[in-house]
Protein backbone atom coordinates (compact mmCIF):
# COMPACT_ATOMS: atom_id res chain seq x y z
CA UNK A 1 0.00 0.00 0.00
CA UNK A 2 0.99 3.82 -0.64
CA UNK A 3 2.38 5.16 2.54
CA UNK A 4 0.81 8.47 1.94
CA UNK A 5 -3.02 7.88 2.37
CA UNK A 6 -5.90 10.01 1.26
CA UNK A 7 -8.30 11.49 4.22
CA UNK A 8 -11.07 9.53 4.99
CA UNK A 9 -14.28 9.61 3.30
CA UNK A 10 -17.48 10.35 5.21
CA UNK A 11 -19.49 6.69 5.76
CA UNK A 12 -22.49 8.57 3.37
CA UNK A 13 -20.23 9.03 0.76
CA UNK A 14 -18.36 5.78 1.01
CA UNK A 15 -21.87 3.90 1.27
CA UNK A 16 -22.42 5.42 -2.12
CA UNK A 17 -19.72 4.60 -3.98
CA UNK A 18 -20.33 0.87 -2.59
CA UNK A 19 -23.63 0.74 -3.52
CA UNK A 20 -23.08 1.92 -7.19
CA UNK A 21 -19.92 -0.87 -7.16
CA UNK A 22 -22.45 -3.64 -5.88
CA UNK A 23 -24.76 -2.96 -8.67
CA UNK A 24 -22.25 -2.82 -11.09
CA UNK A 25 -21.38 -6.76 -9.23
CA UNK A 26 -25.42 -7.91 -9.09
CA UNK A 27 -27.27 -5.94 -11.86
CA UNK A 28 -26.77 -6.26 -15.49
CA UNK A 29 -29.31 -3.49 -16.12
CA UNK A 30 -27.23 -1.01 -13.91
CA UNK A 31 -23.68 -2.43 -15.55
CA UNK A 32 -25.17 -1.81 -19.07
CA UNK A 33 -26.64 1.59 -18.06
CA UNK A 34 -22.95 2.35 -16.08
CA UNK A 35 -21.27 1.07 -19.38
CA UNK A 36 -23.04 3.70 -21.98
CA UNK A 37 -22.85 6.32 -19.54
CA UNK A 38 -20.88 5.97 -16.24
CA UNK A 39 -21.52 10.01 -15.65
CA UNK A 40 -25.16 10.40 -15.65
CA UNK A 41 -25.53 6.78 -13.68
CA UNK A 42 -23.23 7.61 -10.70
CA UNK A 43 -24.91 10.95 -10.66
CA UNK A 44 -27.92 9.39 -9.25
CA UNK A 45 -25.80 9.39 -6.01
CA UNK A 46 -25.33 13.00 -4.99
CA UNK A 47 -22.89 11.90 -2.38
CA UNK A 48 -20.23 10.67 -4.33
CA UNK A 49 -18.57 14.14 -4.98
CA UNK A 50 -16.21 13.28 -7.52
CA UNK A 51 -17.38 11.00 -10.25
CA UNK A 52 -14.76 10.50 -12.48
CA UNK A 53 -12.37 9.43 -9.29
CA UNK A 54 -15.80 7.11 -8.59
CA UNK A 55 -15.48 5.38 -12.04
CA UNK A 56 -11.46 4.83 -12.11
CA UNK A 57 -12.04 3.23 -8.99
CA UNK A 58 -14.59 1.12 -10.73
CA UNK A 59 -12.23 0.22 -12.89
CA UNK A 60 -9.84 -0.54 -10.74
CA UNK A 61 -11.62 -2.62 -8.90
CA UNK A 62 -12.95 -4.81 -11.34
CA UNK A 63 -9.72 -4.63 -12.87
CA UNK A 64 -10.83 -3.16 -16.15
CA UNK A 65 -8.76 -0.39 -17.36
CA UNK A 66 -11.74 2.54 -18.03
CA UNK A 67 -9.10 4.90 -18.04
CA UNK A 68 -6.20 5.07 -20.83
CA UNK A 69 -3.50 6.06 -18.87
CA UNK A 70 -2.51 3.23 -16.86
CA UNK A 71 -0.94 5.35 -14.08
CA UNK A 72 -4.28 6.55 -12.93
CA UNK A 73 -5.01 2.76 -12.20
CA UNK A 74 -2.51 2.99 -9.53
CA UNK A 75 -3.69 2.51 -6.22
CA UNK A 76 -4.26 5.39 -4.02
CA UNK A 77 -5.64 7.54 -7.17
CA UNK A 78 -9.37 7.42 -6.17
CA UNK A 79 -10.36 8.18 -3.09
CA UNK A 80 -12.70 5.43 -3.56
CA UNK A 81 -10.66 2.94 -4.13
CA UNK A 82 -8.02 3.94 -1.11
CA UNK A 83 -10.71 3.88 1.18
CA UNK A 84 -12.05 0.36 -0.08
CA UNK A 85 -8.75 -1.07 0.64
CA UNK A 86 -8.15 0.58 3.59
CA UNK A 87 -10.84 -1.05 5.02
CA UNK A 88 -10.49 -4.50 3.59
CA UNK A 89 -6.75 -4.02 4.86
CA UNK A 90 -8.01 -3.11 8.45
CA UNK A 91 -10.80 -6.31 8.44
CA UNK A 92 -7.50 -8.63 7.08
CA UNK A 93 -5.26 -6.83 9.63
CA UNK A 94 -7.53 -7.83 12.46
CA UNK A 95 -8.55 -11.49 11.05
CA UNK A 96 -4.57 -11.97 11.13
CA UNK A 97 -3.95 -10.84 14.54
CA UNK A 98 -7.24 -13.26 15.94
CA UNK A 99 -5.65 -15.90 14.10
CA UNK A 100 -2.67 -16.48 15.30
CA UNK A 101 -0.90 -19.09 17.34
CA UNK A 102 -0.95 -17.29 20.56
CA UNK A 103 -4.70 -17.71 20.58
CA UNK A 104 -4.77 -21.27 20.06
CA UNK A 105 -4.73 -23.27 23.47
CA UNK A 106 -3.81 -26.51 21.43
CA UNK A 107 -1.28 -26.01 19.21
CA UNK A 108 -1.32 -29.06 17.54
CA UNK A 109 -4.83 -27.94 16.41
CA UNK A 110 -3.43 -24.84 15.33
CA UNK A 111 -0.40 -26.70 12.80
CA UNK A 112 -3.07 -28.63 11.73
CA UNK A 113 -5.45 -26.35 10.59
CA UNK A 114 -2.52 -24.49 8.61
CA UNK A 115 -1.38 -28.18 6.65
CA UNK A 116 -5.12 -28.08 5.87
CA UNK A 117 -5.38 -25.15 4.84
CA UNK A 118 -2.13 -25.46 2.79
CA UNK A 119 -3.44 -28.60 1.45
CA UNK A 120 -6.36 -26.90 0.04
CA UNK A 121 -3.86 -24.42 -1.56
CA UNK A 122 -1.94 -27.12 -3.28
CA UNK A 123 -4.98 -28.82 -4.51
CA UNK A 124 -6.59 -25.60 -5.86
CA UNK A 125 -4.79 -22.74 -7.10
CA UNK A 126 -7.68 -20.15 -6.88
CA UNK A 127 -7.44 -20.64 -2.89
CA UNK A 128 -3.49 -19.49 -3.30
CA UNK A 129 -4.85 -16.22 -4.33
CA UNK A 130 -6.98 -15.78 -1.56
CA UNK A 131 -4.67 -14.48 1.20
CA UNK A 132 -7.67 -13.53 3.37
CA UNK A 133 -8.50 -17.62 3.44
CA UNK A 134 -8.89 -18.70 6.74
CA UNK A 135 -10.41 -21.85 8.38
CA UNK A 136 -12.01 -21.92 11.32
CA UNK A 137 -11.48 -24.27 13.97
CA UNK A 138 -15.17 -23.98 15.48
CA UNK A 139 -18.47 -23.10 14.46
CA UNK A 140 -21.98 -23.47 16.00
CA UNK A 141 -24.99 -24.43 14.15
CA UNK A 142 -28.34 -22.59 16.55
CA UNK A 143 -30.78 -24.58 14.24
CA UNK A 144 -31.51 -27.64 12.42
CA UNK A 145 -31.43 -27.36 9.01
CA UNK A 146 -32.49 -24.02 7.02
CA UNK A 147 -35.44 -22.41 6.14
CA UNK A 148 -33.92 -21.28 2.53
CA UNK A 149 -33.11 -24.08 0.93
CA UNK A 150 -31.17 -21.89 -1.87
CA UNK A 151 -30.51 -23.89 -5.05
CA UNK A 152 -26.53 -22.91 -5.47
CA UNK A 153 -26.90 -24.42 -1.66
CA UNK A 154 -23.03 -25.96 -1.19
CA UNK A 155 -23.32 -27.39 1.41
CA UNK A 156 -26.94 -28.71 0.82
CA UNK A 157 -28.46 -27.28 4.18
CA UNK A 158 -31.26 -30.44 5.37
CA UNK A 159 -34.67 -28.71 5.78
CA UNK A 160 -35.46 -26.77 8.65
CA UNK A 161 -36.80 -29.30 11.78
CA UNK A 162 -35.95 -26.91 14.62
CA UNK A 163 -34.02 -24.18 16.71
CA UNK A 164 -31.90 -24.06 20.05
CA UNK A 165 -34.74 -21.55 21.97
CA UNK A 166 -33.38 -19.48 24.20
CA UNK A 167 -34.95 -21.68 27.67
CA UNK A 168 -33.25 -20.56 30.69
CA UNK A 169 -31.83 -24.69 30.99
CA UNK A 170 -30.69 -23.98 27.33
CA UNK A 171 -28.96 -20.74 27.82
CA UNK A 172 -27.38 -22.63 30.68
CA UNK A 173 -25.86 -25.17 28.56
CA UNK A 174 -24.90 -22.63 25.84
CA UNK A 175 -22.37 -20.71 28.82
CA UNK A 176 -21.03 -23.62 29.61
CA UNK A 177 -20.58 -24.99 26.18
CA UNK A 178 -18.88 -21.70 25.48
CA UNK A 179 -16.51 -21.60 28.24
CA UNK A 180 -15.67 -24.99 27.60
CA UNK A 181 -14.73 -24.82 24.01
CA UNK A 182 -12.55 -21.35 25.29
CA UNK A 183 -11.24 -23.80 27.95
CA UNK A 184 -9.93 -26.18 25.56
CA UNK A 185 -9.75 -24.40 22.45
CA UNK A 186 -8.02 -20.84 23.79
CA UNK A 187 -9.43 -17.80 22.80
CA UNK A 188 -9.55 -18.67 19.23
CA UNK A 189 -13.31 -20.08 20.48
CA UNK A 190 -14.20 -16.19 20.08
CA UNK A 191 -14.06 -16.06 16.04
CA UNK A 192 -17.14 -19.27 15.59
CA UNK A 193 -19.90 -17.93 13.64
CA UNK A 194 -22.87 -19.46 15.13
CA UNK A 195 -24.29 -20.38 11.39
CA UNK A 196 -22.64 -22.93 9.37
CA UNK A 197 -24.83 -25.42 7.13
CA UNK A 198 -27.86 -22.99 8.52
CA UNK A 199 -29.56 -19.77 8.45
CA UNK A 200 -28.72 -17.72 11.48
CA UNK A 201 -32.26 -16.16 11.47
CA UNK A 202 -34.11 -18.76 11.37
CA UNK A 203 -33.45 -18.95 14.92
CA UNK A 204 -35.99 -16.56 16.55
CA UNK A 205 -33.75 -16.49 19.89
CA UNK A 206 -30.58 -15.65 17.52
CA UNK A 207 -30.09 -12.26 19.19
CA UNK A 208 -30.00 -13.65 22.61
CA UNK A 209 -27.97 -16.58 22.20
CA UNK A 210 -25.39 -14.20 20.52
CA UNK A 211 -25.44 -11.95 23.37
CA UNK A 212 -24.29 -14.77 25.77
CA UNK A 213 -21.71 -15.90 23.07
CA UNK A 214 -20.14 -11.89 23.31
CA UNK A 215 -20.25 -12.26 27.63
CA UNK A 216 -18.50 -15.79 27.40
CA UNK A 217 -16.16 -14.92 24.35
CA UNK A 218 -15.76 -10.71 24.80
CA UNK A 219 -16.74 -10.47 20.99
CA UNK A 220 -19.88 -10.82 18.67
CA UNK A 221 -18.92 -12.91 16.36
CA UNK A 222 -19.77 -12.71 12.74
CA UNK A 223 -23.02 -13.00 11.06
CA UNK A 224 -24.36 -13.72 7.35
CA UNK A 225 -27.81 -14.09 6.76
CA UNK A 226 -29.42 -14.22 3.24
CA UNK A 227 -32.49 -12.57 5.02
CA UNK A 228 -31.84 -9.15 5.02
CA UNK A 229 -35.24 -8.40 2.35
CA UNK A 230 -37.44 -9.82 4.77
CA UNK A 231 -35.91 -8.39 8.30
CA UNK A 232 -34.89 -5.08 8.07
CA UNK A 233 -35.77 -3.95 11.47
CA UNK A 234 -34.84 -7.27 13.06
CA UNK A 235 -31.32 -6.64 11.05
CA UNK A 236 -31.18 -2.57 12.35
CA UNK A 237 -31.09 -4.01 15.79
CA UNK A 238 -28.60 -6.61 15.28
CA UNK A 239 -26.28 -3.39 13.79
CA UNK A 240 -26.90 -1.79 16.59
CA UNK A 241 -26.53 -5.16 19.34
CA UNK A 242 -23.28 -5.41 17.47
CA UNK A 243 -22.11 -1.95 17.60
CA UNK A 244 -20.08 0.37 15.20
CA UNK A 245 -16.96 -0.49 16.05
CA UNK A 246 -17.49 -4.40 15.12
CA UNK A 247 -19.74 -3.66 12.42
CA UNK A 248 -16.48 -2.06 10.89
CA UNK A 249 -15.08 -5.34 10.94
CA UNK A 250 -17.11 -7.16 8.44
CA UNK A 251 -19.22 -8.23 11.00
CA UNK A 252 -22.45 -8.74 8.94
CA UNK A 253 -22.88 -10.03 5.26
CA UNK A 254 -25.80 -10.21 3.35
CA UNK A 255 -26.57 -13.03 1.12
CA UNK A 256 -28.65 -11.90 -2.09
CA UNK A 257 -29.75 -14.80 -4.03
CA UNK A 258 -32.04 -13.16 -7.09
CA UNK A 259 -31.62 -10.04 -8.32
CA UNK A 260 -35.17 -8.95 -7.05
CA UNK A 261 -33.67 -9.55 -3.81
CA UNK A 262 -30.61 -7.54 -4.47
CA UNK A 263 -32.65 -4.58 -5.41
CA UNK A 264 -35.26 -5.24 -3.04
CA UNK A 265 -32.10 -4.46 -0.10
CA UNK A 266 -30.57 -1.76 -1.94
CA UNK A 267 -33.95 0.01 -1.45
CA UNK A 268 -34.87 -0.97 2.52
CA UNK A 269 -31.28 0.57 3.10
CA UNK A 270 -29.72 3.15 2.72
CA UNK A 271 -26.10 3.34 1.34
CA UNK A 272 -25.12 4.74 4.68
CA UNK A 273 -26.48 2.08 6.76
CA UNK A 274 -24.55 -0.40 4.41
CA UNK A 275 -21.10 1.26 4.39
CA UNK A 276 -19.81 -1.74 6.77
CA UNK A 277 -21.93 -4.53 5.37
CA UNK A 278 -20.73 -6.84 2.65
CA UNK A 279 -23.27 -7.80 0.56
CA UNK A 280 -22.64 -11.39 -1.27
CA UNK A 281 -24.07 -10.93 -4.57
CA UNK A 282 -25.04 -14.58 -4.96
CA UNK A 283 -27.99 -13.76 -7.97
CA UNK A 284 -27.08 -16.24 -11.01
CA UNK A 285 -26.54 -12.92 -12.86
CA UNK A 286 -23.35 -11.73 -10.45
CA UNK A 287 -20.08 -11.77 -11.73
CA UNK A 288 -19.41 -13.99 -8.29
CA UNK A 289 -18.41 -17.63 -8.49
CA UNK A 290 -20.95 -20.77 -7.47
CA UNK A 291 -19.30 -24.01 -6.18
CA UNK A 292 -19.85 -27.08 -7.87
CA UNK A 293 -20.52 -28.61 -4.53
CA UNK A 294 -24.24 -29.58 -2.63
CA UNK A 295 -26.54 -28.89 -4.72
CA UNK A 296 -24.48 -27.75 -7.68
CA UNK A 297 -22.62 -30.98 -7.41
CA UNK A 298 -22.70 -32.72 -10.74
CA UNK A 299 -25.11 -30.05 -12.02
CA UNK A 300 -25.28 -27.55 -14.49
CA UNK A 301 -24.71 -24.28 -13.86
CA UNK A 302 -27.10 -20.82 -15.00
CA UNK A 303 -25.94 -19.92 -18.52
CA UNK A 304 -22.97 -17.66 -18.09
CA UNK A 305 -22.23 -18.40 -14.49
CA UNK A 306 -18.68 -19.55 -13.85
CA UNK A 307 -17.77 -21.75 -11.08
CA UNK A 308 -15.22 -22.52 -8.30
CA UNK A 309 -14.10 -26.38 -7.97
CA UNK A 310 -13.60 -26.31 -4.64
CA UNK A 311 -15.75 -26.84 -1.12
CA UNK A 312 -17.61 -23.14 0.30
CA UNK A 313 -16.74 -24.68 3.61
CA UNK A 314 -14.34 -22.90 5.93
CA UNK A 315 -14.19 -24.46 8.91
CA UNK A 316 -11.25 -27.10 9.88
CA UNK A 317 -11.90 -28.19 13.38
CA UNK A 318 -15.23 -28.78 15.25
CA UNK A 319 -18.81 -27.88 14.26
CA UNK A 320 -21.24 -28.06 17.06
CA UNK A 321 -24.91 -28.24 16.80
CA UNK A 322 -26.57 -27.07 19.71
CA UNK A 323 -29.92 -28.13 18.12
CA UNK A 324 -29.10 -31.60 17.82
CA UNK A 325 -26.02 -31.37 21.00
CA UNK A 326 -24.10 -32.97 18.89
CA UNK A 327 -20.17 -32.14 18.16
CA UNK A 328 -18.35 -32.94 14.40
CA UNK A 329 -14.57 -33.01 13.69
CA UNK A 330 -14.38 -31.90 9.73
CA UNK A 331 -12.10 -30.96 6.98
CA UNK A 332 -13.07 -28.88 3.75
CA UNK A 333 -12.02 -31.19 0.84
CA UNK A 334 -12.45 -31.00 -3.07
CA UNK A 335 -15.96 -32.10 -3.64
CA UNK A 336 -16.04 -35.93 -4.78
CA UNK A 337 -18.84 -38.83 -4.75
CA UNK A 338 -17.54 -39.05 -1.21
CA UNK A 339 -18.18 -35.91 -0.04
CA UNK A 340 -20.23 -33.57 -2.32
CA UNK A 341 -20.18 -30.84 -0.10
CA UNK A 342 -16.80 -30.59 0.10
CA UNK A 343 -16.87 -31.41 3.77
CA UNK A 344 -15.20 -34.58 4.99
CA UNK A 345 -16.63 -35.25 8.32
CA UNK A 346 -14.12 -37.52 10.25
CA UNK A 347 -16.05 -37.73 13.07
CA UNK A 348 -19.24 -37.01 15.10
CA UNK A 349 -20.79 -37.69 18.61
CA UNK A 350 -23.79 -36.54 21.12
CA UNK A 351 -23.04 -34.51 24.15
CA UNK A 352 -25.79 -34.09 27.12
CA UNK A 353 -23.87 -31.94 29.34
CA UNK A 354 -20.65 -29.64 29.36
CA UNK A 355 -18.87 -32.33 31.02
CA UNK A 356 -19.33 -34.85 27.67
CA UNK A 357 -18.48 -31.91 25.26
CA UNK A 358 -15.38 -31.34 26.90
CA UNK A 359 -13.92 -34.77 26.55
CA UNK A 360 -15.34 -35.06 23.23
CA UNK A 361 -13.31 -31.82 22.51
CA UNK A 362 -10.07 -33.31 23.73
CA UNK A 363 -10.34 -36.64 22.01
CA UNK A 364 -11.17 -35.37 18.69
CA UNK A 365 -7.93 -33.18 18.96
CA UNK A 366 -5.53 -36.13 19.82
CA UNK A 367 -7.25 -38.69 17.47
CA UNK A 368 -7.72 -36.46 14.26
CA UNK A 369 -5.97 -32.61 14.68
CA UNK A 370 -2.93 -34.56 13.59
CA UNK A 371 0.24 -32.54 12.98
CA UNK A 372 2.59 -35.52 12.98
CA UNK A 373 1.39 -38.44 10.73
CA UNK A 374 -0.40 -40.71 12.56
CA UNK A 375 0.27 -44.43 13.09
CA UNK A 376 -2.94 -45.58 12.44
CA UNK A 377 -4.72 -43.66 9.84
CA UNK A 378 -4.14 -44.32 6.46
CA UNK A 379 -2.49 -41.61 4.23
CA UNK A 380 -2.75 -40.93 0.63
CA UNK A 381 -1.53 -38.36 -1.83
CA UNK A 382 -3.46 -35.79 -1.57
CA UNK A 383 -6.57 -35.62 -4.57
CA UNK A 384 -5.30 -34.18 -7.51
CA UNK A 385 -1.40 -34.58 -6.92
CA UNK A 386 0.33 -36.63 -8.75
CA UNK A 387 3.60 -37.74 -8.54
CA UNK A 388 6.68 -38.56 -10.96
CA UNK A 389 9.95 -40.17 -10.32
CA UNK A 390 12.90 -38.28 -11.88
CA UNK A 391 16.41 -40.05 -11.38
CA UNK A 392 17.09 -39.50 -7.40
CA UNK A 393 13.80 -37.09 -6.89
CA UNK A 394 10.08 -37.31 -6.81
CA UNK A 395 8.48 -34.50 -8.96
CA UNK A 396 4.62 -33.88 -6.89
CA UNK A 397 2.45 -31.73 -8.53
CA UNK A 398 -0.58 -30.24 -6.95
CA UNK A 399 -3.22 -27.65 -9.15
CA UNK A 400 -0.77 -25.03 -10.93
CA UNK A 401 2.57 -25.94 -8.03
CA UNK A 402 5.18 -28.34 -7.68
CA UNK A 403 7.60 -29.81 -5.60
CA UNK A 404 10.91 -31.82 -6.50
CA UNK A 405 11.76 -33.74 -3.43
CA UNK A 406 14.78 -36.35 -3.14
CA UNK A 407 15.04 -39.52 -1.25
CA UNK A 408 16.14 -43.08 -0.62
CA UNK A 409 14.97 -45.61 -2.75
CA UNK A 410 12.61 -46.82 0.22
CA UNK A 411 11.24 -43.51 0.17
CA UNK A 412 11.04 -43.03 -3.89
CA UNK A 413 8.90 -47.10 -3.50
CA UNK A 414 7.01 -45.25 -0.34
CA UNK A 415 5.08 -42.88 -2.97
CA UNK A 416 4.86 -45.57 -5.45
CA UNK A 417 2.94 -47.44 -2.97
CA UNK A 418 0.82 -44.38 -2.14
CA UNK A 419 0.10 -43.95 -5.97
CA UNK A 420 -1.31 -47.37 -5.81
CA UNK A 421 -2.93 -47.50 -2.24
CA UNK A 422 -3.40 -45.68 1.28
CA UNK A 423 -2.10 -47.47 3.53
CA UNK A 424 -0.76 -46.61 7.50
CA UNK A 425 2.64 -46.18 8.08
CA UNK A 426 3.01 -49.88 9.26
CA UNK A 427 1.77 -50.94 6.33
CA UNK A 428 3.71 -49.06 4.05
CA UNK A 429 6.89 -50.22 5.93
CA UNK A 430 5.31 -54.17 5.89
CA UNK A 431 5.03 -53.50 2.27
CA UNK A 432 8.47 -52.17 1.87
CA UNK A 433 10.06 -55.01 4.05
CA UNK A 434 11.49 -52.37 6.53
CA UNK A 435 11.17 -51.69 10.17
CA UNK A 436 10.89 -48.45 12.22
CA UNK A 437 14.73 -48.16 11.56
CA UNK A 438 15.42 -48.31 8.02
CA UNK A 439 11.31 -46.45 8.41
CA UNK A 440 13.07 -43.37 9.98
CA UNK A 441 14.17 -41.76 6.83
CA UNK A 442 10.90 -42.46 5.24
CA UNK A 443 8.88 -41.10 7.75
CA UNK A 444 10.51 -37.89 7.80
CA UNK A 445 9.99 -37.40 4.25
CA UNK A 446 6.40 -37.99 4.17
CA UNK A 447 6.08 -35.86 7.03
CA UNK A 448 7.22 -33.01 5.09
CA UNK A 449 5.17 -34.00 2.32
CA UNK A 450 2.44 -34.20 4.61
CA UNK A 451 3.07 -30.43 6.24
CA UNK A 452 3.28 -28.88 2.77
CA UNK A 453 0.03 -29.94 1.75
CA UNK A 454 0.91 -32.93 -0.88
CA UNK A 455 -0.43 -36.11 1.26
CA UNK A 456 -3.85 -36.23 3.46
CA UNK A 457 -5.50 -38.97 5.52
CA UNK A 458 -7.75 -40.99 4.47
S1 LIG B 1 -26.96 -21.12 1.13
FE1 LIG B 1 -27.23 -20.58 3.30
S2 LIG B 1 -29.30 -19.76 3.41
FE2 LIG B 1 -29.16 -20.91 1.49
S3 LIG B 1 -29.85 -23.00 1.96
FE3 LIG B 1 -27.63 -22.99 2.22
S4 LIG B 1 -27.31 -22.55 4.38
FE4 LIG B 1 -29.41 -21.96 3.89
Redesign the pocket.
Known amino acids: MNEKRLPLLPASEYGAFKRAWENYGADPTWRERFSSDPVKCLGDFPEISDVYAAFKAIGMLSRRPFTENAAHQRQGFSPYYDEYMRRYEKVRAYLEERFREERFADKRLFRWNEIALRRARVQHGELRNTPTLLYYPLMFELSE??????P??????GRHVGDFLATPEHRQLWREILAASREILGDIAGEAAC?????PL?NPDYEVLLSEFAAVMGNYPQT????AAGEPERIRALMSMMGRERMGLAALRF?A?TLPEFRRIMELYSPEELADVEIIP?NPESGSLYSLS??LYKKNLPPGKRNKGYS?SCVAGFRVNMARQAVAFMEPVLPSDESPTGVQIRAERNFAAAGDYRKILREFIDRYAADRLPEDLPLMLAPTVTAREEERYVLFRGHGVSLRMGGNLYFRQAVRQLREKPGTLGELYGRLGIGEVVGADVRQKLQALYEKGYLALV
Open positions: GCSQQCFCGLAAYFATEDTTALSRNGRI
